[in-house]
């Protein structure tokens, strides 16, 4: 058990606690907060968050403490409350709930109100993971999003695919689930398991003969010469307390180490006890001191049990939700508002967060106002583009419309991305809800405002001025998109002709650093 470590809370502190949902196949709204004043007539608080912050009323100072750990609804087996508030004749004193399962506890001091907050959590993530071409956001592409699941995963399909991610500027090309010999639930309709692996068979995890008659290594061949990285997915045996996680991690290293794949989806994760926890933990432990820290792992946090956003800040992506036009759960505004949500406590760079083939199953969302078929596909992507953005999609099914639209937008965000994910990302504006103007403000260590990248969704006004939350260039140059914007006052002032159009600037001057 963890020893708590109680902390004092000045009166009359504002509290606000944040909860994130890492279970999206079943929810909409990922993140959500609610914010409290402490007053004597309670005298005793029990917080169920991975992260609250205290702030002290009229100053904007405060601190966030952060529990690195699974959502208190994984952690069936710890009793106690993430955090228990006591109001006694001192004043009020905070105590950390004990954990079956060893886990750090960080405090962030910060100032600056809400935008100083974010920065300081921000810059607390950036620290433990630096950025790192390459492995770090990157446009990772993966078919299933268009629904054919392993139907079409095979050699030809897959080199195709190959070529297509090249042309476009793709990076790294993702095999999901199918690629393996072994048969999944998602993969077979009788017979496919989603435990059990290695019980079921000692080749499971060895490529589908069928399918890759010559094995993995034609497809790396290929990849190589077009410059495009591959990935795979996979899924550690969550059997017997992860009683196999040691054979799991040999053959993820086995695999980086033959064929040089450095981004591996971990999906099908059940942590339903505190040794599934430890030893899933020292799965990614090995992964990561083998590799010298270049695997990197996106962690499915869609269902069942898994880490969440807060269990393994570093070394990991968290691939935060699977959403298709097929099933009509895919809306553009809902993936922007679930970014511009995170992005308040999590730096993007931590987040795989799609764009979708919008041109597919438009008949689908007959009639709908919000429908993916209304935007550009140059907007698809500056929605995602601050984050490590998913093409989640057959690249060998888009229009040559699509394409043409995407392409150059893609190259641009090649050349400025470190500055995105070497420095803090600051939600502008409205929450996204498909009406309003949103956005979002790179902040360098200077506290300027480096980039500005801002959406007008549906709203019906042309014009907006959007409060900044740091220092303002004089000027900002115009990079993508449409529109015109100017600085007054240290408020940007923005004119986007149409709906459902963004613009994308950065300032026009050597700003200072910190």
């Known amino acids: 058990m963890n020893p708590p470590k109680t902390f004092n809370i000045p009166p009359h502190a504002i509290v606000m606690e944040y909860h994130y949902v890492d279970k999206s196949d079943e929810h909409g709204e990922i993140a959500w907060g609610r914010s409290l004043q402490l007053h004597p007539s309670e005298k005793r608080l029990e917080l169920r968050a991975n992260l609250v912050a205290f702030e002290q009323p009229g100053t904007g100072r405060g601190f966030v403490w952060v529990r690195l750990a699974p959502t208190a609804r994984v952690r069936t087996w710890d009793a ?30 910060y100032e600056g109100g809400a935008s100083g907050r974010t920065r300081a959590l921000q810059r607390w993530q950036r620290g433990l993971q630096p950025y790192k071409p390459g492995r770090d956001g990157v446009l990772l592409s993966n078919t299933w999003g268009d629904r054919s699941r392993a139907d079409r995963i095979c050699e030809i399909f897959i080199i195709t695919e190959i070529d297509r991610a090249s042309e476009l500027g ?72 992860f009683a196999n996680w040691e054979k799991d991690a040999a053959m993820l290293i086995d695999l980086w180490q033959r064929h040089g794949v450095r981004h591996f989806k971990l999906d099908g994760v059940k942590l339903l006890s505190p040794s599934c926890e430890r030893r899933f933990r020292a799965l990614l432990d090995r992964l990561r001191d083998a590799s010298d820290g270049d695997i990197i792992a996106d962690l499915d946090t869609t269902a069942e049990a898994r880490l969440g956003f807060w269990g393994r800040p570093a070394g990991a992506a968290i691939f935060v939700e699977n959403r298709y036009t097929d099933w009509r759960n895919y809306y553009p505004h809902s993936t922007l508002r679930a970014l511009w949500t995170l992005a308040q406590t999590i730096h993007p760079m931590r987040l795989r967060m799609e764009f979708l083939n ?157």
């Open 170 to 241: 793709v990076e790294v090309i993702q095999l999901d689930d199918g690629w393996q010999k072994g048969r999944t639930i998602n993969t077979i309709q009788e017979g496919g398991i989603w435990s059990g692996f290695w019980a079921a068979a000692p080749d499971y995890w060895t490529p589908d003969p069928e399918r890759f008659p010559r094995g993995l290594e034609p497809v790396m061949v290929h990849a190589r010469r077009r410059g495009v990285g591959v990935g795979l997915w996979y899924a550690p045996d969550s059997s017997d307390d």
């Open 80 to 109: 106690e409350p993430a955090l228990t508030l006591v109001s006694g004749p001192d004043g009020w004193m905070a105590t950390p709930g004990a954990t079956a399962v060893s886990c750090e506890e960080v405090t962030l001091a």
């Open 358 to 514: 919008a041109e597919r199953n438009d008949a689908l969302y007959a009639g709908d106002p919000l429908r993916p078929a209304l935007y550009q596909a140059d907007y698809l992507f500056a929605s995602v583009m601050l984050a490590s953005p998913l093409a989640w999609f057959e690249n060998t099914g888009l229009s040559p419309c699509f394409i043409t639209t995407l392409k150059p937008l893609v190259a641009l965000w090649k050349q400025w991305r470190p500055e995105f994910y070497d420095n803090d990302v600051l939600p502008l504006g409205a929450p996204p809800d498909g009406y309003s103007w949103t956005g979002f403000a790179v902040i360098n260590g200077g506290g300027y405002a480096l980039h500005l990248l801002i959406f007008r969704e549906g709203a019906t006004s042309d014009r907006q001025t959007i409060d900044l939350p740091a220092v303002a260039a004089s000027q900002y140059k115009l990079l993508a998109g449409q529109g015109e914007a100017r600085i007054e006052n240290g408020r940007l002032h923005v004119h986007l002709p149409s709906p459902r159009t963004f613009c994308w600037l950065r300032a026009d001057a050597r700003l200072p650093e910190e």
